[in-house]
């Protein structure tokens, strides 16, 4: 009996400590949110983190999509041919690309770079006392470091995850016409007759989405750090791994909602 009810004591105390952390950053969003319609606005620290987020990430949102078109064109290949379904291989690349792995692997990648790098800079302002010196500076930190953040991450994600469905596609292409025989136009007009606009607005509106769980989640925990250097790698840790984790939950989510019948 007593066994029972110390294991029915520690899930309470899990499950109250998630609760809490779930309530505690609602909240923190939705003080960064409230900042976007109150003035002023630091225009020029979005672009410094637009920029950040939407081009120095390229390259390795580029590479990851441009493989993956190429691996699963490849991969399409091998489970259709088995059922003399070869032709449907530029449907599936286009779909699976602009649906799904688009936005989720690209959201993955800015995570491990943009949630690490946000976490560990304001992280080490905590831990500096920097943030306390703003708010004696008569500078809301929240305005200051957060909400532009938040705003860029949003913003840029969509914008990276339309670059990486015309490479992920292209990279099929690639391998469908000079590896697999396809006929170029015979590919191409395969994969845009079958492509809807709808595919294409819901992979960009989970890249919104994603972009904000990121750069959320890594303000979230480079604020709430502390315990000096440890605590700032701790922080960074917890950043990449909640952000991971909510992309591959949200993805499921949003698809249920965005494609239910």
């Given amino acids: 009996m007593d066994r029972t009810l110390d294991l029915t004591a520690a899930l309470g105390r899990v499950v109250i400590g998630f609760l809490r952390s779930v309530g505690a950053i609602a909240l923190f969003a939705g003080e960064a949110i409230s900042h976007l319609v109150r003035p002023p606005f630091h225009g020029r620290l979005f672009l410094k983190h637009f920029i950040e987020i939407a081009w120095f990430s390229l390259p390795v949102v580029a590479l990851t999509a441009v493989f993956t078109g190429m691996v699963l064109a490849l991969q399409s290949y091998t489970g259709f041919s088995r059922f003399n ?17 688009g936005p989720v692997l690209a959201g993955l990648m800015v995570a491990g770079r943009i949630g690490a790098a946000f976490a560990a800079e ?9 943030i306390d010196a703003l708010s004696t500076l008569s500078t809301n930190p929240m305005k200051y470091l957060v909400t532009p953040r938040i705003l860029a991450g949003t913003l840029a994600l969509p914008l990276l995850v339309i670059v990486a469905d015309i490479l992920g596609v292209m990279g099929g292409w690639l391998i469908g016409t000079q590896q ?25 509106i989970k890249a919104a989405v994603f ?26 840790t917890s950043a990449v791994v909640a952000s991971s984790i909510l992309i591959l939950a949200l993805d499921y ?7 239910a019948r």
């Fill in 211 to 236: 972009g904000f769980v990121i750069t959320l989640m890594g303000c979230w925990a480079g604020y709430q750090s502390g315990g000096g250097a440890q605590g700032v790698g701790r922080a960074t």
């Fill in 180 to 204: 697999l025989g396809f006929a170029s136009g015979a590919y191409l007009k395969s994969t845009f007759d079958f492509l809807h606009m709808s595919d294409v607005v819901s992979g960009l």
């Fill in 85 to 101: 379904a070869e032709g449907a291989v530029a449907n599936v690349v286009v779909l699976s690309i602009t649906r799904e792995l």
């Fill in 253 to 259: 989510i949003l698809t249920a909602i965005l494609f």
């Fill in 122 to 130: 304001i992280g080490t302002m905590r831990v500096t006392d920097q």
